[in-house]
């Protein structure tokens, strides 16, 4: 039997109020605001065969979304870095899901309203290896819903702060599954395209790749898909993308940590090319994965870490 079979932490490992725990014992309590308010922003990093990838772009990321909504939990970056390390070591996974949140805790005053109050604390942890769009799906192509729900305007939740306000994400998903589809794209009020639940859209028109520019995060894979277009000579914008751009592109594909370039075969009713992930998505997705091989933005795992 192989020691990790046996280990606690084997299932996962997370970080809680400054204790490391096996994931199945990780828990916040139901007065937190993090769970009351979605008062929490969060950040996920994936490790790739024992390495983080882009993980410095991830910490800055976080360190954003904390300032934009006022939590300062204990740990600084330096420290939050080394949970994140010893997560992924304790666990013993080479391709893990690594998440890092702030939540804004409990006022310390009791029946306190202001935010000001509150204990902010940090929680982290590592889980086996997640795609948002499940492999098989990904190689015959995601068939993608365009949601009847508009996603919430940006001047009311900013969706650069990477944040748990996700019901119009899943009212999306529940529609897009109600219809038979694997996953969901949202528009804006306007009818401009935004982004999915946990994933960023491009679409590919006479061999230009274009991905909207508000209504979503700034997402680290799409940053890594517009580094690829450069390398690759592959024409690429962040544009306003009309709805009726999407619904006529040649090639579509969404991109996250969480699954990397993830090729989509049907956009609401319209089949793509043959019904099959198109040639510039699937150059995409290879390189993106040859270039992990290769090391690419890679920081190995700091099995001795002791945070
Ligand atoms: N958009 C949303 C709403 C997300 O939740 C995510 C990732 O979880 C993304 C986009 C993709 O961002 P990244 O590539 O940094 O993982």
Partial sequence: MD????????????????????????AIPVTDWGFTRSDAVYDVVHVFGGGFFRLN?????????????????????????????????????RDAYVAMVASRGRPRVAGSRRPADCENHLIAYAIPWIDVIPKDVQERGAHLWIASTPRVPDVSVDPTVKNYQWSDL??????AHDHGYDTAILC????FVTEGPGFNIFIVKDGKVITPDRGSLHGITRQSVLELCGMMGIPAEVAPLPRAELEDADEVFAATTAGGVMPVSRVGGRILGNDRPGPVSLSLKEAYWRKHAEGWHYTPVRLLETA
């Avoid at 939990?73 to 666990?91: F, G, K, M, N, W």
């Fill in 57 to 93: 772009d991830h910490l800055d990321r976080f360190i954003h979304s904390m300032q934009a909504r006022r939590l300062n939990p204990p740990e600084d970056r330096a420290a939050i870095e080394a949970v994140l390390h010893r997560c992924v070591a304790l666990s013993g996974l």
């Fill in 170 to 175: 899943t009212s999306g998903l529940m529609e």
């Fill in 188 to 191: 804006d009020a306007q009818g």
């Fill in 3 to 26: 020691i990790m079979d046996v280990s606690p932490f084997a299932d996962g490992a997370a970080y809680v109020k400054g204790r490391f725990v096996p994931i199945a014992e990780a």
